[in-house]
């Protein structure tokens, strides 16, 4: 009996043992997956980066259309700057107990497609780092609903940053230039390369896209580390603006919505026909950085009142793409997949993909496979936002902290 319980801890506790663990969904009828902030004007992220001193603010919610309560647990795991996870137990990174039970789901009001809304705050850290907020059902942690990745940053280093246009002619109209310089405390032995990782991720993507910075050049003297390159290392094409679609109303149409067909038991909102934007010259378009909103126009006080409604993107393309192409953002963490791929009709010439999403405001995009990106381009007058995010693995521990942070938006 001993020995059966023994091969199950550890097949349990072996779940994700070097493999990296990524925000992903596990069931259908679990939707609007996101951690957030109880501000009301900051813009959902795929990605949070939390001040360790300001985690009182911060909450996971998520919706269930299956309308039967389930004995749903919430799980912290600790990972490493890849996001493997860790080897550090609980008691460690945690100020208070694991494997929290959801209990509060309230119920959505005067929709016509009925959920149940979870809020749960998010449990302490006592260390920087990433980490995986894991939702499981029946007490059965293999049992995963759904993994939210978040992180949680202790600002030991100062980071400096600047946006530039590409350096020569190749990339002057394409791309964007990153110049990165940190200065550190006499508290962080920095001595070589290998004791710092620093990963730059754009518009708060999962993917890092400046994975191997140039080999840094570090000052004992003033502290500073900087990333001199010259081979176009810290180069990346900038892509172009968002699109959007403003979902907060089904009584009236707001930017961008084409028609609203209301039906007894769902809403289908259509968005104006669109084209790729990669045809064309640069144009500027405020937008939200590939994040999106939660919100009713009606009743703004309660997202609970926020419908989902399907919505309708359409793509006019002269011929059909060589690769599938997908609808992307922040709201499916810019995945691509069966769920979120278009159709082709090539008797019209038409893109088409359906998407079940809460009312709100969400940033799109039209993408393939392809790092191109030809559908929607890429223009050095873009304006992204960049993060940089510096760990630092210190002389005793067994954690990737994450010392040092830095938003930065790119200048038209």
């Given at each position: 009996?001993?020995?059966?319980?023994?091969?199950?801890?550890?097949?349990?506790?072996?779940?994700?043992?070097?493999?990296?663990?990524?925000?992903?969904?596990?069931?259908?009828?679990?939707?609007?997956?996101?951690?957030?902030?109880?501000?009301?004007?900051?813009?959902?992220?795929?990605?949070?980066?939390?001040?360790?001193?300001?985690?009182?603010?911060?909450?996971?919610?998520?919706?269930?259309?299956?309308?039967?309560?389930?004995?749903?647990?919430?799980?912290?795991?600790?990972?490493?700057?890849?996001?493997?996870?860790?080897?550090?137990?609980?008691?460690?990174?945690?100020?208070?107990?694991?494997?929290?039970?959801?209990?509060?789901?309230?119920?959505?009001?005067?929709?016509?497609?009925?959920?149940?809304?979870?809020?749960?705050?998010?449990?302490?850290?006592?260390?920087?780092?990433?980490?995986?907020?894991?939702?499981?059902?029946?007490?059965?942690?293999?049992?995963?609903?759904?993994?939210?990745?978040?992180?949680?940053?202790?600002?030991?280093?100062?980071?400096?940053?600047?946006?530039?246009?590409?350096?020569?002619?190749?990339?002057?109209?394409?791309?964007?230039?990153?110049?990165?310089?940190?200065?550190?405390?006499?508290?962080?032995?920095?001595?070589?390369?290998?004791?710092?990782?620093?990963?730059?991720?754009?518009?708060?993507?999962?993917?890092?896209?400046?994975?191997?910075?140039?080999?840094?050049?570090?000052?004992?003297?003033?502290?500073?580390?900087?990333?001199?390159?010259?081979?176009?290392?810290?180069?990346?094409?900038?892509?172009?603006?968002?699109?959007?679609?403003?979902?907060?109303?089904?009584?009236?149409?707001?930017?961008?919505?084409?028609?609203?067909?209301?039906?007894?038991?769902?809403?289908?909102?259509?968005?104006?026909?669109?084209?790729?934007?990669?045809?064309?010259?640069?144009?500027?378009?405020?937008?939200?950085?590939?994040?999106?909103?939660?919100?009713?126009?009606?009743?703004?006080?309660?997202?609970?009142?926020?419908?989902?409604?399907?919505?309708?993107?359409?793509?006019?393309?002269?011929?059909?793409?060589?690769?599938?192409?997908?609808?992307?953002?922040?709201?499916?963490?810019?995945?691509?997949n069966a769920t979120n791929k278009m159709t082709y009709n090539a008797a019209t010439g038409m893109?088409?993909?359906?998407?079940?999403?809460?009312?709100?405001?969400?940033?799109?995009?039209?993408?393939?496979?392809?790092?191109?990106?030809?559908?929607?381009?890429?223009?050095?007058?873009?304006?992204?936002?960049?993060?940089?995010?510096?760990?630092?693995?210190?002389?005793?521990?067994?954690?990737?902290?994450?010392?040092?942070?830095?938003?930065?938006?790119?200048?038209?």
């Open positions: 009996m001993k020995r059966g319980l023994l091969i199950c801890f550890i097949m349990l506790s072996s779940t994700w043992v070097n493999a990296q663990i990524n925000s992903t969904i596990r069931r259908e009828h679990i939707m609007t997956v996101y951690v957030g902030n109880l501000d009301p004007q900051q813009y959902i992220q795929s990605h949070p980066v939390i001040d360790i001193h300001q985690q009182d603010a911060w909450f996971l919610s998520f919706d269930d259309l299956a309308l039967k309560p389930n004995p749903y647990f919430l799980r912290i795991i600790s990972c490493q700057a890849d996001w493997t996870p860790s080897s550090l137990s609980e008691i460690e990174y945690l100020q208070d107990f694991n494997d929290i039970p959801l209990r509060d789901a309230k119920s959505s009001m005067g929709t016509k497609v009925p959920y149940l809304h979870y809020r749960v705050p998010l449990p302490k850290v006592r260390i920087s780092g990433n980490y995986i907020a894991q939702v499981y059902a029946n007490r059965n942690k293999r049992d995963t609903v759904f993994t939210q990745r978040f992180s949680i940053v202790e600002n030991e280093l100062q980071v400096g940053a600047t946006v530039q246009f590409g350096q020569n002619n190749a990339s002057r109209a394409t791309s964007h230039v990153l110049q990165i310089q940190l200065k550190y405390p006499d508290g962080l032995m920095i001595q070589s390369e290998d004791d710092l990782r620093v990963f730059v991720r754009k518009n708060n993507e999962p993917d890092f896209i400046l994975k191997n910075l140039p080999k840094p050049v570090i000052n004992g003297m003033d502290r500073t580390i900087r990333f001199p390159a010259f081979n176009q290392e810290n180069s990346v094409l900038a892509g172009n603006e968002y699109r959007l679609i403003d979902l907060r109303s089904v009584q009236q149409k707001l930017n961008f919505v084409s028609s609203i067909d209301e039906r007894e038991t769902e809403t289908i909102v259509k968005t104006q026909i669109e084209v790729p934007q990669g045809l064309y010259t640069y144009t500027e378009r405020r937008d939200l950085n590939g994040h999106y909103i939660i919100s009713n126009y009606e009743n703004v006080q309660d997202t609970r009142y926020a419908d989902y409604v399907i919505c309708q993107f359409n793509l006019k393309a002269t011929n059909q793409a060589p690769e599938d192409v997908y609808v992307t953002g922040g709201f499916n963490n810019y995945q691509k893109y088409q993909a359906n998407l079940m999403l809460k009312q709100g405001i969400y940033n799109y995009r039209f993408e393939t496979k392809n790092p191109s990106d030809y559908l929607e381009g890429n223009y050095a007058q873009t304006e992204n936002q960049y993060d940089i995010l510096v760990y630092y693995r210190k002389p005793g521990t067994r954690i990737d902290a994450l010392v040092g942070f830095q938003r930065i938006n790119s200048i038209r």
